[in-house]
């Protein structure tokens, strides 16, 4: 079975930092695009950060650009995204999710599978 499993969300002041880690399990890790989504309360789904596994191309939200860092462990099947500088807007649900392509994907209708979310409150 697939899984993705995100952790490390909590509560953190402003200017704070936080590392969100996604294992995975059940798919060619190689082979995929891993994405960092979140979703504030009454607001849709964005798209955060993505990393192509094998090459490393990364996209970064431009209101993230600069604060947050996305990388990978080959080695663990396993991806992070390290946040710094967190603001208040920064505040909710994150997701992890894969999708098999050879580019970061910003989009999240395509990916295929997704984890469960972990949740980011930034206090001011």
């Known amino acids: 079975d697939v899984q993705l499993q995100a952790s490390g969300g909590g509560l953190v002041q402003a200017g704070g930092s936080l590392r969100l880690s996604c294992a995975t399990s059940g798919f060619t890790f190689d082979d995929y695009a891993i994405g960092w989504f979140r979703q504030a309360l009454g607001k849709e789904r964005e798209g955060v950060a993505s990393i192509v596994v094998r090459d490393g191309a990364i996209y970064y939200a431009d209101s993230v650009k600069g604060r947050f860092t996305i990388s990978r462990d080959r080695a663990k099947n396993t991806a992070y995204l390290q946040m710094n500088s967190l603001k208040t807007e920064d505040t909710a649900v994150y997701y992890c999710?894969?999708?098999?392509?050879?580019?970061?994907?910003?989009?999240?209708?395509?990916?295929?599978?997704w984890g469960q979310g972990t949740l980011v409150t930034v206090s001011s």
């Open positions: 999710a894969a999708v098999n392509a050879p580019f970061a994907v910003s989009v999240a209708p395509l990916y295929d599978y």
